[in-house]
């Protein structure tokens, strides 16, 4: 014993404050203490291994090598010690079998990694539950214990770093020939588990429907389980021939389930998205991948590589299961990329490409400001009501979405509901950046055709919008003698527009709550599409018989073409009214700043208040804060949808410098461009190659 402690210090120089170091974890290594004790033991001796070099660690093996993770300098320290310590390799080597011989391998093998349910919200609920709860090593869980034993985010790095003769030195102490055994069972079973599972999900009522059916012809899933069976027969009887053609086999089964799989994103990307689908068919193909590695396992001739591999890839695992940023990010990739597709392709009515569209958004613009001059004096109307702030905020926001829906159906705009549906049609444009000059002159043009737009938009609702509500207050002042609000009213709508407070923020946050009605409205789509509702409209028996056969037809087709843009005026309506309230009973100061609105409370302020306002400083800060309001609305809900379409599509903008020149190129040559459509723009992009 004292030879022993004598080595390990010559090797280690351990401090005397190290509570487990090598001597005492070697001391403690007992096979036959309890379960929940040789479960720690493993734990301490992994944190041994990663533990930082100190002072103590200058004669480390390996230390010449700055590039050797040191959890693989302290293994070849521990190896080097038990081989000149029989006894003491025989202690660990017994508590290691005593370990992984009393657990289940599967729970690992097929297991780990894969949510027991098959539904998005249970995984979510799983991780979480991990993330909050403290483990236990008293488990039977293999899996459990793995994710207790490699628990931090280097340990996949160090145990791809072992190179070939540790890796046979380590296998010498975990495995006798009784473990192989027990290992190579393990693996075909797991392999005939994880083919089971595979095939149940593949053959469910969510899967089996949207699978290619030329895919399905031979029946790839059902002979998948049986190839499985027939792999693990032919492995116990001992023929080697029946074993490898079994092996090649299933690989060439599980390319074709993995095409029929990935059959089911093209059908999702046609007819909607559901993130529990895209959520089976990512696990199904996982556990396809982890087939491929057993069987690499399984027919290797030096499979100790394949085993180091296939424990890295578990041990990555560990991270990918604790990380919720991860599941989200992941499975909300194809919804994201659906939400911001059907964006585009509403967004594309927003933006003026010609004189003539131009003028007709400035038209629509015009009316969509008439309609919100009534929707202002409304809200006026509501808060005379004196209701309290829940009731308020919910009836101004009705308020609102009634309004904007009838701009919706009267073919009219309002502009700031558009930057969050053209950021993802631009965003499309990108997706052949650098490939040619053409298509950076493209994008250009989007730019300054989406600026002009918002303009024109902008414009419109303006220039409408506050005369409007000016008439409608003169009109008042001559039929009842008093203005539609009052002089407190006035004063106090000045007070809260004034460029001098809080409205270029609060501004903002409308453009955050802007383009948060473009993602329900993408979502509501999708949903309307996956779920098949305009089929329903159409050939439902109860909706025909209701509606008669061509009104169901007629509604189906209405429903299909504006379920969008209902679903943006109602959330948009309704969280402009909402929101605000319910910041207010959590004390939090928000508010919005809708620049077409402003500019309707401007002029109903201006109806009570007379011409004698515009001597008030106040005023003209209020009448400051109108492009700012409108260059925010635009720039916020603009930025952060055209980020979404760019993660959505995968796309990494590495041409910037040159867009950046294009854009400065363009406004130095022709910066009436961005305003408005020149002649000489027109025609330079109508003549362009590859434009529609």
Known sequence: MRGLVESIRGGLNLGRDARWDLSSLLNAADARAPRPERHLWLIRLVEWLRRPIGRQDKNLPGSESGTTPVAVRRLRLMLDVLERHPEHARQVRALLQSIFGTLDAATLLADFGFSPRSGFGSELSERLRARLLPATPDTGDLGQLFQMVLSDEGDAHWLESLDEPTLHRLGALLVDETQQQYWHRAVIDSIQMLASQVRAVGLSASIRPRLEPSLMADRPFFQLTRCAVQLGEADAAGDAVARRQQILYLRALLTTCQRAIDSVRDHLEEHGVSVDIVFQIEQMLERCERIETLLNCLASTAPARDWQWLLAELARGVQTRRSLGALFSHHYSMLARKVAERSAATGEHYITRNRAEWRDMLRRACGGGLVIAGTTLMKFAIGALGLSAFWGGFWAGINYASSFVLVQLLHWTVATKQPAMTAPAMAAKLEHIGSSDAAIEDFVDEVAHLLRSQIAGIIGNVMTVAPVVLMLQALAWQLQGSPLISEKTAHYALHNLTLLGPTLGFAAFTGVLLFASSLIAGWVENAFVFHRLDSAIAWNPAFVRWLGSSRAQRWSRWWRANISGLAANVSLGLMLGIVPALAAFFALPVEVRHVTLSAGQIGAALGTLGWNALQDPDFWWCVAAIPLTGMLNVLVSFLLAFRLAL????????????????????????????????????????ARPGRH
């Not at 041409?655 to 002649?679: I, K, Q, V």
């Open 647 to 686: 993660r959505s599509r995968g796309l990494k903008v590495r041409d910037r410098s040159l867009l950046y020149a294009a854009l400065r190129r363009r406004l130095a040559l022709a910066p009436a461009s961005f305003l408005w459509p020149t002649a000489q723009v027109e025609q330079a992009s109508s």
